[in-house]
């Protein structure tokens, strides 16, 4: 195992890791690559974005009005000098 190996594990609240299975290797002082996995991503966009606003009202977030946005971009193309 000179080359080294790649297993997945499950990091723990208290910061320490439980591997998925033993390693045969002697004891001593290994290298850790962290990379966490991505989540599969389950359901539709839309309610990924259902998700998303409900956080955002649990939050108190106000979404600009239709005229808050017009004005916004507005204001953004007046520092283009357009």
């Given at each position: 195992?000179?080359?080294?190996?790649?297993?997945?594990?499950?990091?723990?609240?208290?910061?320490?890791?439980?591997?998925?299975?033993?390693?045969?290797?002697?004891?001593?002082?290994?290298?850790?690559v962290i990379?966490?996995?991505?989540?599969?991503?389950?359901?539709?966009?839309?309610?990924?974005?259902?998700?998303?606003?409900?956080?955002?009202?649990?939050?108190?977030?106000?979404?600009?009005?239709?005229?808050?946005?017009?004005?916004?971009?507005?204001?953004?193309?007046?520092?283009?000098?357009?």
């Amino acid at each position: 195992m000179a080359d080294g190996k790649t297993i997945t594990a499950v990091l723990r609240d208290d910061h320490t890791l439980v591997l998925d299975e033993p390693l045969a290797i002697e004891s001593g002082t290994v290298e850790i690559v962290i990379r966490p996995q991505r989540k599969e991503t389950q359901g539709s966009i839309l309610a990924s974005l259902r998700e998303i606003r409900a956080g955002q009202k649990r939050r108190g977030h106000v979404p600009m009005t239709r005229d808050e946005v017009d004005d916004y971009i507005k204001e953004e193309r007046r520092g283009w000098g357009v």
